[in-house]
């Protein structure tokens, strides 16, 4: 395992859009937030301040995601993934160490991102219950996003197409929610959507009216993210290269 985890560093950080893509989900993340805090006065964009100082989130996601997806799509476009596994006849533990890697360069990023979010916009002190709790969660969210995105692109192996589908199970459900007239059903699609669901961690004020509660929101995210990466491991032994 510690072979797999020193080539998977070696061969992630030899991609020029690494560095690139993690120092523009912190810049980004922190952007679109210290943006969002700046265009709304106190009780101008609604109660919770800490969520609208993380509303760059969104960036940040989606620019993990395609991280994620690249450290295993780009080997299978350029048929770099014949030689890693001929190197590393165990797949699952090819993965394993992709998961780990990927995982050791986002969280610092967005350990940087979230709380430069928060302290440019108008929110209590980082060392308040709720509003710590929100900045764990969404470093927490960012990493079980690059994850899932990384099962999903195992089992799609074309990097564009594994993009398109992770963004879409982003952001499908919030939008077919929002079409959606009966409110129960609203709801619903709410719990279950990952982007949805795992959000609710930011929440610090009205907590009895979110559909599904932050940690078990995160809970939620989670779950897909490890149907993804069982799925891909699943994928990835049962496939030739």
């Known amino acids: 395992m510690r072979y797999a985890l020193r080539a998977e560093w070696t061969k992630l950080w030899t991609v020029p859009g690494t560095a ?10 922190a952007g679109l937030g210290a943006l969002a805090a700046a265009a709304c006065s106190p009780g101008e964009c609604g109660a919770d301040p800490t969520r609208t100082s993380l509303t760059g989130i969104h960036i940040g996601q989606s620019v993990v995601a395609i ?3 690249l450290a295993i799509g780009g080997e299978y476009a350029t048929g770099m993934m014949r030689v890693t596994l001929a190197a590393i006849p165990r797949r699952p533990a090819v993965l394993a160490a992709k998961a780990a890697v990927l995982a ?3 969280v610092p990023a967005a350990a940087v991102a979230v709380p430069a979010s928060l302290l440019s916009g108008d929110t209590p002190s980082l060392s ?4 710590l709790r929100a900045a764990l969660g969404s470093v927490l969210y960012l990493l079980l996003v690059a994850l899932l995105a990384l099962g999903v692109a195992t089992v799609v192996r074309h990097p564009a197409a594994a993009i398109g589908c992770v963004l879409g199970l982003l952001y499908l459900f919030p939008i077919v929610a929002a079409a959606m ?6 709801r619903r699609l709410e719990k279950v959507g990952p982007m949805s669901a795992g959000q609710s961690i930011q929440a610090t004020t009205g907590l009895d009216g979110l559909p599904v509660g932050p940690w078990a ?14 799925a891909g491991a699943l994928a ?3 496939r030739d290269a």
């Not at 690139?20 to 993340?29: C, D, E, F, N, Q």
């Not at 007239?181 to 609203?186: G, K, L």
């Open 67 to 69: 991280l994620a997806v």
């Open 20 to 29: 690139w893509l993690l120092l523009g989900a912190v810049v980004g993340t």
């Open 236 to 238: 990835l032994q049962a």
């Open 217 to 230: 929101g995160l809970g939620v995210l989670a779950l897909w993210a490890a149907g993804a990466l069982l």
């Open 128 to 131: 308040g219950g709720p509003v």
């Open 104 to 106: 050791a360069v986002v």
């Open 181 to 186: 007239a009966d409110p129960d059903w609203q």
